[in-house]
């Protein structure tokens, strides 16, 4: 029991739910963790209740009953996100990142934190309202966001491989089709990491044609899951829509062009922002 002054106990009651995203706390969790009256706890929370609303942090539900308690839904205003979606665009065409291929170096913007913990609370915000088990995502590039994604909902991460571990036992695997060199590869998910008929959000840092991402929901398919949503950091907007294998996502950036002779790099925000 910690006994602190009211100042003191709102920020590390703003803390505490801050890092227990999408988690019911009975209050009583608070009135026995700071030795107060549930009145005084509830007062609380409605200063907190209308900061976060205020700041554009997220929402914080409350459910009555003997069952109830306070829930925090992180949500991040659309006009925030685009501001977000902007400055990823611009670190996106800095002439440096193409690549022999013309292709683009993202790695290091992967690896940013603050700027995948930003993706992920965009995605908890899209598909926060779903009833969603696990988020899933291939290795390796796509790991970051989707542990930021999960941290954001408060769920787990299940990984597939490209190539089957001996130590992830047992394992389902698919040859799957890439969308964009039309080549055949292999992905494999242990059966201990997915249970059946659950429900699963896949979020990767790139989508070209969608071979991967399709190849993913196949794989679900033979554990009788269901797919609950797609997220993508960005997406090539150079492949025509009659070769593009999945049409049902969210992208946070669209990369439309790269020309590696007068390096020149055209990216703008997502498909996200031009939804309602």
């Known amino acids: 029991m910690k006994k602190l002054k009211r100042s003191a106990r709102l920020v590390e009651m703003t803390q505490y739910l801050l890092s ?25 929370l409605v200063i ?3 900061v976060f609303e205020d700041e554009g942090m997220g929402e914080l539900l409350t459910l009555a009953g003997a069952a109830g308690g306070v829930k925090f839904i992180p949500k991040i205003p659309k006009e925030r996100a685009l501001v977000f979606a902007q400055e990823l665009c611009s670190q996106l065409q800095q002439k440096d990142r ?3 291929g013309g292709y683009l170096y993202m790695s290091d913007l992967l690896g940013q934190p ?3 913990n930003e993706a992920g609370k965009i995605f908890a915000t899209v598909f926060g309202d779903q009833d969603i088990d696990v988020v899933m995502t291939v290795e390796t590039k796509g790991i970051p966001l989707a542990y930021a994604t999960g941290a954001q909902l408060n769920l787990p991460v299940v990984l597939v491989r490209r190539d089957h571990q001996v130590t992830e036992g047992s394992a389902v695997s698919i040859n799957y089709v890439s969308g964009s060199h039309k080549s055949i ?3 494999s998910l242990s059966r201990r990491a997915l249970k059946e008929k659950s429900k699963v959000l896949i979020v990767d840092d790139f989508m070209k044609a969608g071979g991967t991402i399709q190849g993913m929901v196949d794989l ?3 554990f009788d899951a269901e797919v609950a949503g797609v997220g993508v950091l960005v997406e090539s907007g150079a492949v025509e829509s009659e070769e593009r294998l999945l049409h049902d996502y969210v992208s946070l950036a669209t990369l439309t062009g790269v020309d590696s002779k007068s390096k ?11 939804k309602r």
């Open 20 to 44: 227990r995203p999408h988690t019911l706390i009975p209050l009583t969790t608070f009135a026995d963790r700071y030795g107060a009256a549930k009145s005084s706890i509830s007062e609380d």
């Open 48 to 50: 907190i209740k209308e």
């Open 98 to 100: 193409i690549l022999p």
């Open 114 to 116: 603050s700027l995948m």
């Open 185 to 187: 590869h292999t992905m």
């Open 220 to 222: 679900l398919a033979e």
């Open 264 to 274: 020149e790099i055209d990216v703008n925000p997502g498909n996200y922002f031009n």
